[in-house]
């Protein structure tokens, strides 16, 4: 089953008249809703959701899911969230979805909440976790906030999007497991589909199949996000060289990580560790 949140994003069809009329993507929210609206044949409400989720990727490493829950708490527009709480939208997200969040949701929040106020801002979402932590250890939670928590939601679990019987279901995600806990540990070998595919004893071809199906991503391209994800928290973490972080993730081209990371991130490697020992140097200030 797939994330219902991905479906907000603009069909085929959608897009295909945008591109004929020369908008891209990422412009969306540069139009009004009654051109969008023209051009797409689409009902007021679909256009302003298109235009929310175009404006809200725009933040710094901001993606569709948040853009979606931003949406879901009936936000359309930047401006909207001016002067907001994110620790309240916080608090409602979790209302309305029965369950807690992940934490790093909450530093989206912060995030947004900023760049409405700083358009521009170059900061993202990991900027604010040692603010959200101050905040909470000083005020902490609701006292009847969720105790399910969010993985546990239906969408979540990765069995549901394997067709099959309930048996099916389980071994083959076991089987997709082993294969994932075999790219986590060898993160600095030069991983081949090949091999990926053997720990999980499936063919190549039905294993790409199925784990794209499952995890949202070819197993390449998932391969490529836990390395990114490591090497983010090598350099937040370590003094290590910029280039032996690379190489330790499993980067042989160092130029490929610093455009692959630069891509994911909106920042070269180096800029991020400086962003980071900038912000350390900073008090910490809890909003």
């Known amino acids: 089953m797939n994330d219902p949140r991905n479906s907000l994003g603009p069909l085929a069809a959608e897009k295909a008249k945008l591109r004929r009329q020369g908008i891209k993507l990422k412009e969306i929210h540069h139009q009004t809703?009654?051109?969008?609206?023209?051009?797409?044949?689409?009902?007021?409400?679909?256009?302003?959701?298109?235009?929310?989720?175009?404006?809200?990727q725009s933040i710094p490493s901001v993606g569709i899911r948040f853009a979606h829950d931003l949406i879901s708490l009936g936000y359309y527009s930047l401006k909207e969230l001016r002067g907001k709480s994110p620790a309240k939208l916080v608090d409602r997200l979790e209302a309305q979805m029965g369950v807690w969040i992940d934490p790093c949701v909450e530093d989206q929040f912060?995030?947004?909440?900023?760049?409405?106020?700083?358009?521009?801002?170059?900061?993202?979402?990991?900027?604010?976790?040692?603010?959200?932590?101050?905040?909470?250890?000083?005020?902490?939670?609701?006292?009847?906030?969720?105790?399910?928590?969010?993985?546990?939601?239906?969408?979540?679990?990765?069995?549901?999007?394997?067709?099959?019987?309930?048996?099916?279901?389980?071994?083959?995600?076991?089987?997709?497991?082993?294969?994932?806990?075999?790219?986590?540990?060898?993160?600095q070998e030069d991983i081949t589909l090949a091999e990926m595919a053997d720990k999980a004893n499936l063919s190549p071809f039905h294993f790409h199949r199925l784990f794209k199906k499952?995890?949202?991503?070819?197993?390449?391209?998932?391969?490529?996000?836990?390395?990114?994800?490591?090497?983010?928290?090598?350099?937040?973490?370590?003094?290590?060289?910029?280039?032996?972080?690379?190489?330790?993730?499993?980067?042989?081209?160092?130029?490929?990580?610093?455009?692959?990371?630069?891509?994911?991130?909106?920042?070269?490697?180096?800029?991020?560790?400086?962003?980071?020992?900038?912000?350390k140097a900073k008090p910490v200030v809890a909003i």
């Open 33 to 56: 809703v009654d051109t969008l609206q023209e051009i797409l044949n689409v009902s007021e409400i679909r256009a302003r959701e298109l235009i929310a989720l175009s404006e809200f």
């Open 110 to 187: 912060r995030l947004a909440t900023h760049y409405a106020e700083h358009p521009g801002s170059f900061r993202n979402w990991w900027d604010f976790t040692a603010e959200r932590k101050s905040f909470r250890q000083k005020h902490g939670y609701p006292p009847g906030r969720p105790k399910k928590p969010w993985h546990e939601l239906e969408q979540y679990q990765q069995s549901n999007r394997i067709q099959g019987g309930a048996e099916t279901k389980k071994d083959l995600s076991s089987r997709l497991k082993l294969a994932v806990k075999f790219i986590q540990k060898n993160l």
């Open 214 to 279: 499952v995890y949202e991503a070819t197993p390449l391209q998932y391969l490529t996000h836990v390395r990114m994800k490591q090497a983010r928290k090598l350099l937040a973490k370590s003094r290590r060289p910029v280039h032996a972080i690379g190489t330790a993730c499993g980067f042989e081209n160092q130029s490929s990580f610093i455009r692959l990371f630069k891509q994911k991130f909106g920042w070269t490697p180096l800029d991020f560790r400086k962003s980071i020992v900038t912000l």
